[in-house]
């Protein structure tokens, strides 16, 4: 045999191990779920409440977080008798330190094993120098610090039951968007999980990130569109003026179509694979999440309407592609040259 020939023997026989140590592993996973306890925060939205659902469904002890008791009890309504919810606000460390203190009562010495942050916040989302500074406190406080002294204090339940925490990130967290603390919190959710599971993977403790795509609900869409108003009508007269009417109006219309054009409008008409009832695909991710023995670092589902592979958004150049589907930039530039005109 020629070089050339025994170098193509390597490699087929190097994938074809690849794929046989990956079908092994796959078929491992975790039995008996009816004792293992998750605990998902932002259960009041519909993602997470979708989520909460179908991991109860499936059999988990699920401990649900919602931002009142009423979403609670209208989760409650729908689900088994197993199925807990405790009332959560991420910007409040003593409702985090309620909230703490009722996981540990359910799981009753057992350990937590899966910790699903799922909870967002909202942000204004608009040019930088629209916002003020507590425009970012407020983002951070729940998608970034508030995740980590949750994620800190349930350390403990975590590492007696082995257990894994899934950080949920949507596309945000991988490309610079407008203005605001949502990129930054999601940047920082990103470091986080890197870190945290360098740090705790000695104990059996497994960290991974499952990435999604945009939901958008008319309700997301009409406090983007009530921010953006209250922003530009704070604005000293100085920063408007350098801006101008029709920069604010043609801004509107650009981000408006951004919504539309990147949002999946239905969060629940995906029909799973595994199932024949519809919801979000990232819940399947999730569950194969926690279900795997060896779980990978990073789950991402195929972005809807993006037209190029994911990896790609981390490459050089990526704010090309960035431009390609968020006409902002567009529009600073259309109105820079009438300036100058």
Wanted: charged letters at 25%; proline letters at 2%.
């Amino acid at each position: 045999l020629s070089f050339s020939d025994s170098l193509h023997i390597v490699i087929l026989a190097s994938i074809l191990s690849l794929i046989i140590y990956w079908l092994i592993r796959d078929r491992h996973r975790v039995r008996n779920l009816s004792g293992k306890y998750i605990f998902i925060t932002g259960c009041d939205t519909r993602l997470g409440n979708a989520l909460a659902r179908w991991l109860d469904k499936r059999g988990f002890c699920v401990i649900a977080a919602c931002a009142t008791e009423q979403e609670g009890q209208e989760l409650r309504s729908c689900s088994s008798l197993s199925l807990k919810t405790v009332n959560l606000d991420l910007a409040d460390s003593s409702s985090i330190s309620r909230a703490i203190a009722f996981v540990t009562e359910e799981t009753e010495g057992k350990g937590l094993f899966g910790l699903v942050n799922a909870a967002e916040g909202t942000t204004p989302a608009a040019p930088t120098d629209w916002l003020r500074i507590d425009d970012f406190h407020s983002e951070l406080e729940v998608n970034l610090l508030g995740l980590i002294e949750l994620t800190l204090k349930l350390l403990p339940l975590l590492k007696k039951a082995k257990g894994r925490v899934v950080n949920l990130i949507n596309a945000k967290g991988f490309m610079a968007f407008v203005g605001g603390g949502y990129n930054l919190s999601k940047w920082g959710m990103e470091s986080f999980s890197d870190i945290l599971r360098r740090d705790i993977q000695h104990f059996g403790v497994k960290v991974s990130i499952v990435g999604h795509s945009f939901f958008n609900t008319e309700a997301n869409s009409g406090i983007m569109e009530r921010d953006l108003l209250r922003l530009w009508n704070r604005l000293p007269n100085e920063i408007r003026d350098s801006y101008g009417e029709k920069y604010f109006s043609e801004y509107r219309k650009a981000q408006r179509s951004s919504v539309k054009r990147l949002c999946n409008s239905d969060i629940s008409k995906h029909k799973g694979k595994k199932t024949s009832v519809e919801l979000p695909e990232v819940c399947l991710y999730v569950e194969e999440v926690l279900l795997a023995q060896e779980i990978l670092q990073r789950h991402t589902q195929d972005f809807q309407n993006f037209h190029f592979p994911h990896y790609q958004l981390l490459l050089p150049g990526r704010e090309k592609a960035n431009s390609t589907f968020f006409k902002e930039e567009e529009v600073v530039r259309k109105m820079e040259s009438e300036r100058q005109a």
